[in-house]
């Protein structure tokens, strides 16, 4: 029986490789064309075995023009944002009970943090394609889309429920639940 960490298999050292702590395709661009016009390249502990246990991960953020990364949480991570090209409109909301929304426009080179577990957003703010880095503290970091988890969930949740938590009818509810 295999050793497991975090989860997954922890390889026996003496037959770890180099391709344990490898990952090819950060230059390749992501397919944006999408209803967000976004697409995210993890390089996370399921791409790279060897970054189990390390508290570190990765991922290539590509923007079409307005492009958005959805509002989103990473339960196990702060994550820190390096902009490659383009310009790109970021955001945070602090929790409850203030829910200060900050938010920066990035330029070329800039950096920006968003804390752990808060919701966060990314959003091209230019005519152009755009690019960014992210670097996560977790090599597992998860992702909860806020849209997909509350409008797509499996099983539903009750349309009744949300309509009078969002204060809108019943059918709005319903014309949303269909693009989740």
């Known amino acids: 029986m295999a050793v497991r960490v975090n989860g997954l ?3 026996n050292p003496s037959l770890v490789l180099a391709n344990d702590f490898h990952f090819s395709g950060m230059h390749i661009p992501g397919n944006t064309s999408n209803a967000v016009g976004s697409s995210v390249t993890p390089a996370f ?3 790279i075995p060897g970054l189990n246990t390390l508290g570190i991960s990765l991922a290539r953020l590509d923007f079409a023009p307005w492009g958005v990364i959805p509002p989103h949480t ?4 702060t994550e820190i944002l390096t ?7 970021v955001g945070f909301v602090t929790s409850n009970p203030e ?3 900050i938010s920066k ?3 070329k080179g800039d950096v920006f943090v968003f804390p752990v577990n808060l919701v966060h957003y990314q959003r091209n703010a230019g005519n152009t394609y755009a ?3 992210v670097a996560l503290s977790s090599q597992n970091p998860g992702v909860n ?4 988890a509350v409008f797509g969930s499996n099983p539903d949740i009750s349309t009744d429920i949300l309509a009078k938590a969002f204060q809108v009818s019943e059918d709005v509810i319903s014309d949303i639940k269909l693009k989740f």
């Open 9 to 11: 298999p922890c390889k």
């Open 45 to 47: 502990v399921f791409q």
């Open 74 to 77: 990473h339960p196990r991570a």
């Open 83 to 89: 902009v490659l090209e383009g310009k790109i409109e």
């Open 99 to 101: 829910n200060r929304h």
């Open 105 to 107: 426009v990035l330029n």
């Open 131 to 133: 690019v960014a880095m």
């Open 145 to 148: 889309l806020i849209g997909n």
